[in-house]
């Protein structure tokens, strides 16, 4: 069932950096490292990444986890990624990227998406569960053939961002059916490319790369690579997933009714199912589940935990704790001041390019504490979007809630969530929820640990919980309902700035 003598290493390649660790079946989480890249925005909408900068960054980060854990390290035996979903890395003929890797903020596709015929919108939507976007990676190759041809033209695969790593760690191109199932190409019911309508959006099928579970073995370390990290030659690759995905398993996300959140970069609220309801289709992203058969559905808030940081930085703050006090001071509900966590557009239930943030009802009696705290409610409000969302297609929920990443740091912001939703928490203590996903992927697949389940109960570890307060709940359900009246009435109001 388990082996406590070897580990397994989950790497994920996030937005702004990457995360490695080393999970002990028989112990949990050993250790971690990090190392960061850097984002490149050269023209308006344009969120870009210099792929050699992700292997560099993840060579750094490998070599800093063997310094710090060369015991635990020295006995890896299984290798499984982690990566941000629909970005596009355009490789040749001889696996050489072509340019730099447009991301999933990356937003210069709405016109390609535009021009997509309702016909074929209708067919796309029906076999994808997906309404095509810019942050898709459909719109991506789009944008490519129509805008840089020449790209186009000498690019042999377009890959997923975490397979560009799994490219360098073993030679081998492909990607799997949890990150493939969110680039609005992928035939979510024949778990397959939706080829026939690749081919009448005038796309070339071979860029799409094989598919495989999560799971799976696809390569071995290579003989190069075990030089420069350290990892032994031959070690096997599992393919993994998407951070979400990802994060789903490292959240326990693997049975129906157990519901996920987090506030990172972005926000989410994931949940498990054994299939996939077509009422959630626009509202929420469907995914393949990294266990084979599984789908989960996700909601998101792009830049929930992006917003505070934004803030954060504007005011000059040295650290979140300074925010977090600032905003204890003031009253549930902000004193009539909403935020609209929208920087870069919205998710859940709206999906929209052009949305953008927002403070409203501002007035002369509002100061700093009160910016920050309506910016927590705000992405909690957002959040429960995710949820009303999943109750609507009668997804099973059961309470407590389970609540990571950084917002989960922040006892202000927990207990704000908790009222928001109107459910009881349980904080997860352990960090990299996405690293932890993958490396339990690598302990399934090799046979190192017997279940998604088991490992869970492994390597997570739970904190405290969280009790709604009925008073500031009540509040907070009649301030939901007009924070959910915002978008609709916005909508029309959303223009495109004037590129620079």
């Known amino acids: 069932m388990t082996n406590r003598s070897v580990t397994s290493l989950g ?8 995360k490695v660790l080393i999970l002990d079946p028989g112990e949990g989480v050993i250790g971690t490292a990090s190392a960061g890249y850097e984002l490149y925005t050269s023209h308006f909408g344009w969120v870009e990444q210099d792929p050699h900068e992700w292997w560099q960054s993840t060579l750094c980060a490998l070599n800093g986890l063997r310094e710090k854990h060369p015991a635990a390290y020295g006995v890896i035996r299984a290798v499984s990624l982690s990566g941000q979903l629909n970005g596009a890395v355009f490789v040749d003929g001889g696996s050489r990227c072509l340019r730099n890797v447009p991301i999933w903020l990356d937003h210069r596709a709405e016109a390609e998406c ?15 569960l997906s309404t095509v976007t810019p942050v898709n990676t459909l719109a991506k190759l789009l944008w490519m053939r129509d805008h840089e041809p020449e790209i186009y033209d000498n690019a042999a695969k377009v890959l997923l961002p975490k397979d560009w790593i799994r490219l360098q760690l073993t030679g081998s191109l492909g990607t799997d059916f949890s990150d493939a199932s969110v680039t609005a190409a992928l035939d979510l019911s024949e778990r397959t490319w939706a080829f026939d309508l690749i081919e009448e959006l005038g796309l070339r099928p071979p860029l799409f790369p094989d598919l495989s579970e999560s799971t799976a073995v696809v390569g071995e370390i ?10 032994a030659a031959g070690t096997p690759v599992c393919a993994g997933g998407g951070d979400m995905p990802c994060m789903a398993v490292g959240s326990g996300v693997v049975e129906p009714g157990i519901v996920g959140l987090g506030i990172g970069t972005a926000a989410h609220a994931i949940a498990y199912t054994e299939e996939l309801d077509a009422r959630a289709v626009g509202a929420l992203w469907p995914l393949c589940h990294p266990h084979p058969g599984g789908y989960a ?8 935990g992006a917003s505070l940081r934004w803030l954060r930085d504007i005011f000059s ?15 549930p509900g902000s004193e009539g001041l909403f935020f609209a966590p929208w920087l870069e557009g919205t998710a859940t239930p709206s999906p929209d390019a052009s949305a953008r943030g927002a403070y409203i009802g501002l007035t002369l009696r509002h100061e700093r504490g009160h910016l920050i705290r309506a910016l927590m409610e705000g992405v909690a409000f957002d959040l429960r979007q995710s949820l009303e969302c999943f109750l609507a297609i009668e997804l099973s929920v059961s309470t407590p809630l389970r609540f990571g990443e950084g917002g989960s740091r922040s006892a202000l912001w927990c207990q704000i969530v908790a009222d928001v939703m109107g459910r009881d928490l349980q904080i997860i203590e352990t960090e990299d929820l996405s690293a932890v996903g993958a490396a339990l992927i690598a302990a399934v697949g090799v046979g190192q640990v017997a279940d998604f389940a088991m490992g869970a109960e492994i390597a997570i570890v739970m904190g405290d919980r969280v009790e709604v307060d ?3 709940c009540k509040l907070y359900d009649e301030a939901f309902q007009r924070y959910r009246d915002l978008y609709p009435r916005l909508q029309n109001w959303f223009i495109t700035p004037v590129k620079s």
Do not use: K, N, Q
């Open 222 to 231: 290579l003989p190069e690579v075990a030089a420069e990290t350290g990892l």
């Open 114 to 128: 535009a021009m997509i015929d309702a016909g074929l919108a209708s067919r796309l939507r029906e076999r994808t």
């Open 11 to 18: 790497i994920d390649l996030g937005t702004s950096s990457v």
């Open 317 to 331: 703050y040295d650290s979140f704790r300074e925010l977090c006090t600032e905003a204890e001071g003031v009253a």
């Open 470 to 472: 009925p008073d500031r």
């Open 297 to 304: 559905w996700l909601g998101c808030s792009y830049t929930g």
